[in-house]
């Protein structure tokens, strides 16, 4: 899975062939949490950050 960014140790990778995961969708990791965030409406759909996290992600 390719890494699209990297910043303040916040790691996010996106698969680039999009009919294969629905919905539309991000990776991230930062320390030891994980989550799966949807590009569309920003939800977590899988997994955990922290809020602070979070915000810088969606931001």
Known sequence: MPE???FYGIII???LIDSEHHPRH???KYNDY???IELENLNI???DLPKRC???VQE
């Open 13 to 15: 990778r996106m698969y």
């Open 4 to 6: 699209i960014s990297r």
């Open 54 to 56: 979070r915000k810088m």
């Open 45 to 47: 759909i899988e997994g």
């Open 34 to 36: 994980q989550a799966v």
């Open 26 to 28: 991000i990776h991230l």
